[in-house]
Every structure is written in C-alpha cells, then in structure tokens.
C-alpha cells in the first residue's frame, strides 16, 4: 500500500490567520516532501524532511515551516497566510527516488 | 538549476488515435525521469520512471522515450481510450539529490 493521506481536504482560511496541514504515511519511507500547486502550472517544491533533517527551498524559506514528530507525520505550517497562498498543496513520501503523492489539501484563502 | 518545459500543455485526441507528450530540460546530468498521471479530484499517480542508463520503456498502452542527445522526455499513449483522460505531469531529478523538478502538466482529452 502506498496511501499517502492528507488532511483537511479543504481549508478556509483568512488574511493574516495561520494554517496548519497534516500529510501521513504508513510506509516508513524516509523522506516527505510538500509541493504548492496553482492551476496551469508546475508542482512548485516548498521543503521536504529527510528522515528528520528539513530543508527549505531559498526562495520559499521564510514562508513555510513544517514538522516531523514521527517517521509518519508531517506538518506544513503557514504563519500569516496572505491571499497568494491560495493554492492545492500536495504532500509526498518517497522511499529512494520515486514520490508517492497524496490527494492534496486546496487551501483558499479569503 | 534544471529547467523542464512541458508541451502540449493541451492536447484532445480522438479514441484510438495516438497522443505525445514531449518535455525538454536543460541539465544534462539529470538521472531520473518520471510520468505522473492524475485524474480529475485525484493525486498524482506513478506511471512510469525512467533511468538515463534505459532509452525506452513501455507500459501498458504507452511508451517513454528518453533521448539524452536532446535532452527529451516523451510519453506516447498508443491508442487512447476516455480512461486516459488525466492531466499528465513529467518529472525530472538531477543526479545527487532527491528533489524533483516539475513540467506544467499536459490536460489530455479523449474523445470517445
């Protein structure tokens, strides 16, 4: 079984408000990535853990902040969402080289 | 850093005819290429992924080329059927790290 799991599904947030998404996995893969994607264009990459090393994108770095707690969980937390992060975000784990996504989180922000 | 430009980034197709999705990049060290599938209100799908050491891959009603010279990626579904009916999504890895970088998706329609 390769289910990565996310939750919510929808988020209503507003201006200035933070927001907190959880993404799964029961496959002990070692590495959880988040991607941010808006409609027409490419999965964009926020962060991922390696095992319980995070490494942020340059130009993402002071937007998002994410958790680890455990091999299965993985947080992506947004501080003052603003209304550019309206956006599906997407979570995956990968045990090597393949990523297996989850079913994503649309994140609207008002 | 890599660059991965997807095209079509629409494509309709009648069923039984043949679809090609083409993506370029730009970093000739890249390793690892992947198709994604993803269907409307659902997450992406592994279809396919490719090592540079393999030029050809076929699956079930599609083929992968991969022609390094060029620094091309293709996925050819053979003869489309309404089920192929996703946006598709290529991905490419440089070598020595871990992350992906992402085409802009490709929305195929067949028509039955």
């Known amino acids: 079984d390769t289910t990565v799991k996310q939750n919510p599904r929808y988020k209503l947030a507003r201006v200035g408000k933070p927001v907190n998404l959880i993404c799964s996995q029961t496959?002990?893969?070692?590495?959880m990535y988040w991607y941010q994607k808006k409609p027409n264009q490419a999965p964009k990459l926020l962060l991922f853990?390696?095992?319980?090393?995070?490494?942020r994108e340059a130009d993402t770095f002071e937007k998002f902040q994410s958790s680890r707690p455990n091999n299965s969980f993985c947080s992506l937390y947004i501080g003052s969402a603003g209304l550019e992060y309206s956006a599906m975000y997407l979570c995956?784990?990968?045990?090597?080289?393949?990523?297996?996504f989850g079913p994503g989180t649309r994140l609207t922000v008002l | 850093g890599e660059q991965v430009e997807q095209r079509p980034p629409h494509l309709s197709v009648r069923e039984g005819d043949s679809a090609v999705i083409t993506c370029t990049y730009t970093?000739?060290?890249?390793?690892?290429f992947f198709w994604y599938k993803q269907e409307p209100g659902a997450s992406l799908q592994l279809l396919m992924k490719?090592?540079?050491?393999?030029e050809i891959n076929e699956g079930q009603g599609f083929t992968v080329l991969l022609n390094k010279k060029d620094k091309r990626l293709s996925l050819n579904l053979t003869a489309a059927h309404p089920g192929d009916s996703a946006a598709y999504f290529c991905?490419?890895?440089?070598?020595?790290?871990?992350?992906?970088?992402f085409g802009a998706g490709t929305r195929l329609k067949v028509i039955a």
């Open positions: 995956a784990s990968s045990p090597g080289w393949e990523q297996y």
């Open positions: 496959m002990n893969h070692d590495t």
């Open positions: 853990y390696y095992d319980k090393i995070l490494n």
């Open positions: 970093d000739p060290n890249s390793y690892y």
């Open positions: 490719v090592f540079s050491s393999t």
């Open positions: 991905a490419v890895s440089p070598t020595g790290n871990y992350k992906y970088v």
